[in-house]
């Protein structure tokens, strides 16, 4: 029998609203022995059942909400969301064998990601309940979907937060080469060598997007890790492409990516901190026509929040100076404490200073296999811009 949890007055409107998240402050009383991982039933402070949820005595976030119901089976339950999130994958993304498979809260696994690399899945465990039941998860994984190698390759801050060693795990397989295709570019992921699970899926649909203005355009990929904006617009036509990114690493898989699929556009390769690539263009007086700035998360946390908001505004303001006249800025922010007023009032910012005049034509967050809930914006962190520049 599952040890209760009691919330405090008030404390379930959140939740009842869709919000997955107690945290310590909220509850009142628990009844039984309640161990980390554990599943605990959640009740308001009437004592009425509101649902199941993973517990952690050492977290803030207390309980992960996992249901409404009670779970009397997990290798069910955790059965039936895979299976459902991997359907509207396969719906929003036909013929793909690589994707997101599995969001954590937004696809209601809270502390859980999967992504699917062909026959390979690639987890993040980021709650104890999770972590306890990530063999479960494996079986889930071998029996349903037939999958030859599953492996993490956990972030350790997250880990840390809550409570969990700080290792990685194979449980089928092993840490293969794969090759994936997002549609129309295909990419080797060497799973040592990369960053994140392997692949930035978050932003596939806006490699998509940037096609529309890259034709005939000498472009430069900021921030390119493995080449995905670059070698979106290398498809679609650009006249030239300038691959950047501080990683030696990344700049050779993005060299390597170019080769794998045979495009001959104009490019270079450059191993080099962004910042000081902007600076050495704007020195020599070089001008591009779209400059795309996919930067890694300069605000980790609320503390970080007044610096980062200082350096979305420097690395916009600089880029816009190298950017020709009727150029393209492509800008874009993974920072979750850095919200969508934040990161454009930095842009702006960034553009008065610049001397230039902004027209926004579109705006979004992250890719379809990236869902959000609504009643929780903590499952909304990608802000993705496209500006058209305008001398002042």
Known sequence: MNSKIFLKRHEERRIKLGHLWIFSNEIDKIQGNADNGDMVDVNDARGDFMGTGFYNKNSLISVRMLSADSIPDFYSFARDKIIRADELRKTVYKGREAYRLLFSESDFMPGLI??????????QVYSFGMEKNAGVIADVLKNE?????????NELHFRRLEGL??????????????????????????????????????????????EDFVKDKHVVDAFCNSGGFGLHACKAGAASVKFVDSSAVEIENAKLNYQLNSFTTESEFISMEVMAFIINSLNENKKYDVLMLDPPPFAKSKKSLPAARKGYEKLNKLALKILADDGFLVTSSCSHHLGREDFLQGVYRGASKAEKKLQLLYFTGAAMDHPQLPAMPETSYLKFAIFKVNNL
């Open 165 to 210: 060693p700080e290792t990685d795990e194979i449980y089928l397989g092993e840490r293969v080469t794969e090759t994936i295709s997002d549609g129309s570019i295909r990419y080797k992921i060497e799973f040592d060598k990369a960053q994140k699970t392997g692949f930035y899926f978050d932003q596939g649909d806006n490699r998509y997007r940037i």
């Open 145 to 153: 979907f037939k999958a030859k190698n599953i492996f993490t390759k």
């Open 114 to 123: 999967i992504d699917k690399y062909n026959d390979t899945y690639v987890l």
